[in-house]
């Protein structure tokens, strides 16, 4: 609390701070209203009371500091003991082929109850797109995703969902570990009785997506891959 005290009284100036920012504000050309979020950050807005109220950082600070203890309503969270457990995993192995619009292939894993799931995209291709090539140019870095749909063939064709994710700079042929949600894999199962009719089962912990060859330009979801890795049950696909 002494150092807090001694920081407001002796570095924290607010005409220093807002003027600094109307410096660089200028300097480089951002409009006014880019800017009014810290404005208010730092000085406050409004009178107390009024809905649009908004306290400076200092009087934030000094009220945090004279209180004893916290005012308002306090939320506890539940106490319950922590799920120590070892996540349960699967392999998850495939090969997988688009090609001038004829999707064929098959992934296969197992359920955590040992149920094997062999789900071809070349069945699942008779009702539906079974490989949706798409790339998300909003992610930093950009990201491909390839969408799988198999049918499981040992479960009469029970629909099964792999979404592949392949960083943009990745998706040439070659080796390409998994790393981070970049290049990636997340499971799904059809379940046409929860919201959106899809259920996420696990998410890859490890292993590699390797590509033999893909499409460039209009053809660029076209595409041979195979699969090796390790995936990760989460609560809900236990």
Known sequence: MDELESLLATQWDEGALLAELERIRQLTGT?????????VFVSGSGVQGDADYRPSRR???EQAIAEDSPSGQVYLLEDKQPDCRAPVTTRLTGTVKAQDGADTGAFRFTLP???????????????VDSLVYSV???SKPEVVSLLLIGADV???FKPYVLQLFIEASDYVPG???FHGFATNALLFEVDESVPGSVTTLALGAQGSITITQVGTGNRAGDVELSLDATLEYGASGQ
Not at 31 to 39: G, L, M, Y
């Open 136 to 138: 998300d140019r909003e």
């Open 113 to 127: 109850g040992g149920q094997v799931v062999n789900a071809s995209l070349t069945f699942a291709a008779f009702e």
């Open 31 to 39: 409009d006014s209203a880019a800017t009014e979020s810290v404005k």
């Open 154 to 156: 040992n479960d009469a």
């Open 59 to 61: 009087t934030v600070i």
């Open 175 to 177: 080796t390409h570990r």
